[in-house]
């Protein structure tokens, strides 16, 4: 007989799966530009959210808890410094500006690859 709490830990690690997924998509469709440090400690507040809800879950249900969580850990990093090149005094430079959105861009790819161990 199945266990009714297992199709309960399926369905959260599927919402987990759609709030990754609906993030990862935002930043192919949000001006990066428009990015503000609020913006980004949100961002990194529901990362934080994702990943104390997956590590509540049962790794059966994903390919590689490891992988995803690893890949996570680095999104968040690459948000943290996001935040802190956004926080930094004085006038931004271009080279700023370039490492703020490869920060971005590496968030993203982070999420993606961890979509791909679910």
Sequence with gaps: MRDPSDSDDRKTLMLYKEKLAEMERLMDITDK???TTMSIDKLERELRRVIEG???LPAKHLLSLDAVLSNLRRAQNELYVASDLLNSKGKSTERDSRSFYKCLNNFQE???EALQNF
Excluded: G, M, V
Aim: avoid cysteine; charged fraction near 35%.
């Design 33 to 35: 530009r428009t990015y």
């Design 54 to 56: 997956i590590r509540k």
């Design 110 to 112: 982070f999420l993606y």
